[in-house]
């Protein structure tokens, strides 16, 4: 069992910066590959981004160049560092652990999640 917590949402006007934290507890972090969702009013869950245990990370193209996603092995943490924010980055954002050697976009190959925290962007 993994136990997620994610942080650090909020509300924020265009342009400006966020970044959301994920807490992992329950399973060595260090060998956890994890990925970052988000799921926007009436919109289904869409891939962020995810990092590997290697620190090597991968973006959806809507959010690379603006968003970065860092690991703190030491601290069992995830974080998501989100620039340029946009009204269309309004969701919920959720961390999750990524099955070994899985493809990265689907929810269905990422076993454990956290409860989201609320990202709203103004315009």
């Known amino acids: 069992q993994v136990q997620l917590v994610e942080s650090g949402g909020g509300l924020v006007q265009a342009g400006g910066s966020l970044r959301l934290s994920c807490a992992a507890s329950?399973?060595?972090?260090?060998?956890?590959?994890m990925g970052w969702f988000r799921r926007a009013p009436g919109k289904e869950r869409e891939f962020v981004g995810v990092i590997w245990t290697g620190g090597r990370t991968y973006y959806a193209d809507s959010v690379k160049g603006r968003f970065t996603i860092s690991r703190d092995n030491a601290k069992s943490m995830v974080y998501l560092q989100m620039n340029g924010l946009k009204p269309e980055d309004t969701a919920v954002y959720y961390c999750a652990t990524l099955e070994a050697g899985s493809m990265v976009w689907y929810p269905s190959n990422y076993d454990y999640w956290g409860q989201g925290t609320q990202v709203t962007v103004s315009s």
């Open positions: 329950g399973r060595t972090f260090s060998f956890l590959d």
